[in-house]
């Protein structure tokens, strides 16, 4: 069936220092990928919507400028973190889905020191 | 705006059934679904329901949806240690874009 890897599944960096998170579709084409964001206390907050060729469509109170969604094809968008604080300490997820079927990345835990 | 709800922990006997419940506040939820996440794993889906089915059964998961009361609910049967997880319920938002997900139910079973 149709698979999202999502790479690097662990990363750990500075304060100030930008991370960049890839979503790879290997079996379809995404035209669109959802990035989540997993809180300490296990709640997962869809972030942004990411469409490909076009912009991303960010949900309220995200930072559009700290969270860069790049979805230049179709089988690929990435999140980067940019200027990384300890707050966005996180697990991250993206998924591609239909209505009857989602797929999701493995996840990415960020620490940032 | 949409919102899903579940208890947040439960803990239960191996062998014993459990059952894990979630509401949801949109009323025009099409799909309703059941993913369990296992430490330091993604997310797996195990099942949905479409909004028109009142109960719907694969193996040992039940899944009953109460449509009036905005209820679902997840029975698992002769619950086993390998099913201890964090199960999270999720609605299809109104316009069918993405997934507003509870914050997770931690299921611990115990031998």
């Known amino acids: 069936g149709a698979v999202v890897s999502q790479h690097p599944s662990r990363v750990i960096c500075k304060s100030g220092t930008s991370v960049k998170i890839e979503c790879r579709s290997l079996?379809?084409?995404?035209?669109?990928m959802f990035w989540y964001r997993q809180f300490p206390k296990k709640s997962l907050m869809l972030m942004a919507t990411?469409?490909?060729?076009?912009?991303?469509?960010?949900e309220q109170g995200v930072e559009k400028d700290k969270f860069l969604i790049n979805h230049a094809s179709l089988t690929l968008s990435t999140l980067t973190v940019t200027s990384a604080h300890p707050e966005d300490s996180s697990f991250y997820i993206c998924?591609?889905?239909?209505?009857?079927?989602?797929?999701f990345g493995q996840g990415t835990r960020l620490t940032v020191v | 705006g949409e919102d899903v709800e579940q208890s947040l922990f439960l803990s239960v006997r191996e062998g014993d059934s459990s059952v894990i419940n979630c509401t949801y506040t949109?009323?025009?939820?099409?799909?309703l679904y059941w993913y369990k996440q296992e430490p330091g794993a993604g997310l797996q889906l195990l099942t949905y329901?479409?909004?028109?089915?009142d109960m719907k059964q694969d193996q040992r998961l039940t899944v009953l949806l109460n449509k009036k009361d905005k209820h679902l609910s997840l029975r698992i049967a002769d619950t086993q240690t390998g099913d201890s997880a964090i199960y999270f319920c999720?609605?299809?938002?109104?316009?069918?874009?993405?997934?507003?997900f509870g914050k997770g139910t931690t299921l611990s079973v115990s031998s």
């Open positions: 329901i479409f909004s028109n089915m």
């Open positions: 990411s469409n490909e060729g076009s912009k991303a469509t960010y």
């Open positions: 999720a609605d299809l938002n109104q316009a069918g874009t993405a997934l507003i």
């Open positions: 998924s591609s889905q239909s209505v009857t079927e989602a797929f």
């Open positions: 079996d379809f084409q995404a035209t669109t």
């Open positions: 949109d009323s025009s939820s099409t799909y």
